[in-house]
T-cell receptor, first 111, second 115 residues
Framework: GQNIDQPTEMTATEGAIVQINCTYQ??????LFWYQQHAGEAPTFLSY????GLEEKGRFSSFLSRSKGYSYLLLKELQMKDSASYLC????????????FGGGTRVLVKP | DTEVTQTPKHLVMGMTNKKSLKCEQH?????MYWYKQKAKKPPELMFV???????INESVPSRFSPECPNSSLLNLHLHALQPEDSALYLC??????????????FGSGTRLTVV
């Protein structure tokens, strides 16, 4: 089966940095995605990693280590609007290339 | 057009009603998905259509019936639902089942309440 773990909640201060970890154990691997979801809204794409290393996109960066089954999403210079759930999702060929989501991490940014 | 459009945005239905959720995309994507999401939970896959054919059904009860009339449209027909089926129903699409680097594009969802 597919197992994707991430912390349930994190709290950080405006302007600070927060790192959201995701560990996975899956049958095969075709890529790892991070999505942001505000309450009651659709998930929006943040990043994609398929090779080991760091991908940087403005204030957001994502890292992948395939050998460790580990990824993190780094949010820098936190803003109040970054308060949301962050979903780690893994694509697996054995499961028809569908995305399987982790439980999501709710990030609360405080002033 | 880089959007997935879902209608209606909100739906309240009785347990004996029949209703349909609609999803539309014009990005030329050939894979489309229905997800169900309960509050504070991640999206759970229900169905996958690939090139207009049903390719994955995640053991969803028959009171949910998907339909893909053409490559741009995806429907979810609802009949005899239960209150526990109340949730946010998300439609998504991707280039094909390998998704490409951008993953899925999600619609804004239909908030369904069964009374």
């Amino acid at each position: 089966g597919q197992n994707i773990d991430q912390p349930t909640e994190m709290t950080a201060t405006e302007g600070a940095i927060v790192q959201i970890n995701c560990t996975y154990q899956t049958s095969g691997f075709n890529g790892l995605f991070w999505y942001q979801q505000h309450a009651g809204e659709a998930p929006t794409f943040l990043s994609y990693n398929v090779l080991d290393g760091l991908e940087e996109k403005g204030r957001f960066s994502s890292f992948l280590s395939r050998s460790k089954g580990y990824s993190y999403l780094l949010l820098k210079e936190l803003q109040m609007k970054d308060s949301a759930s962050y979903l780690c999702a893994v694509q697996t060929p054995a499961a028809g290339n569908k995305l399987t989501f982790g439980g999501g991490t709710r990030v609360l940014v405080k002033p | 057009d880089t959007e997935v459009t879902q209608t209606p945005k909100h739906l309240v239905m009785g347990m004996t009603n029949k209703k349909s959720l609609k999803c539309e995309q014009h990005m030329g994507h050939r894979a489309m998905y229905w997800y169900k999401q309960k509050a504070k939970k991640p999206p759970e896959l229900m169905f996958v259509y690939s090139y207009e054919k049903l390719s994955i059904n995640e053991s969803v009860p028959s009171r949910f019936s998907p339909e893909c009339p053409n490559s741009s449209l995806l429907n979810l027909h609802l009949h005899a639902l239960q209150p526990e089926d109340s949730a946010l129903y998300l439609c998504a699409s991707s280039q094909d089942r390998r998704t490409g680097v951008y993953g899925y594009t999600f619609g804004s969802g239909t908030r369904l309440t069964v009374v």
